[in-house]
């Protein structure tokens, strides 16, 4: 799917999905363009707290058993970064 087609989508699922909520960054619709559900449902919420706020990016821990996602203010606003537990 080209960049056209997904801009005005807050995430692969579509606009309704949004619920009025500000439109997310490129970056983090580039980083769930591939997740799967599950995943995604997990990290948007996280998200979409970055982008009202627009003060700090997203740290994503993966776990051995699930992921976690939170906001990091050492993380610039619009980046999203991994990291193992």
Do not use: N
């Not at 948007?44 to 706020?53: F, N």
């Amino acid at each position: 799917m080209g960049r056209s087609s997904r801009a005005p989508l807050c995430t692969p699922a579509g606009p309704d999905y949004c619920g009025g909520m500000k439109q997310l960054p490129e970056s983090y619709l580039a980083y769930i363009e591939d997740k799967d559900e599950d995943f995604t449902a997990t990290v948007l919420p996280i998200l979409r707290q970055s982008a009202a706020d627009q003060l700090h990016g997203v740290k994503v821990v993966m776990l051995p058993h699930g992921i976690q996602a939170h906001l990091d203010e050492t993380i610039p606003y619009g980046e999203v970064r991994e990291d193992a537990d």
